[in-house]
């Protein structure tokens, strides 16, 4: 089953405890898609925890989000 967490804009990043016991009741895998106001981002294909985490992370850096 498919687990979707969403977060608006100008909301504050859920915490890294949420991600993680997602991804432990649902460990085949993530995709992760933002929308910066003019496209939407996706990435497919996350297959570890740390995959999720290292992706948030670079995005968080290209996108404020």
């Known amino acids: 089953m498919c687990i ?3 977060k608006p804009k100008n909301i504050k ?5 949420i991600i993680n016991n997602s991804w432990l009741r649902n460990p085949h895998g993530a995709g992760i898609s933002i929308a910066n106001g003019k496209t939407i981002i996706t990435q497919k294909g996350l297959m570890k925890i740390d995959d999720v985490f ?12």
């Open 54 to 65: 290292d992706y948030l992370d670079k995005m968080e850096k290209k996108i404020w989000f």
């Open 13 to 17: 990043m859920i915490s890294d405890e």
């Open 4 to 6: 979707i967490i969403m």
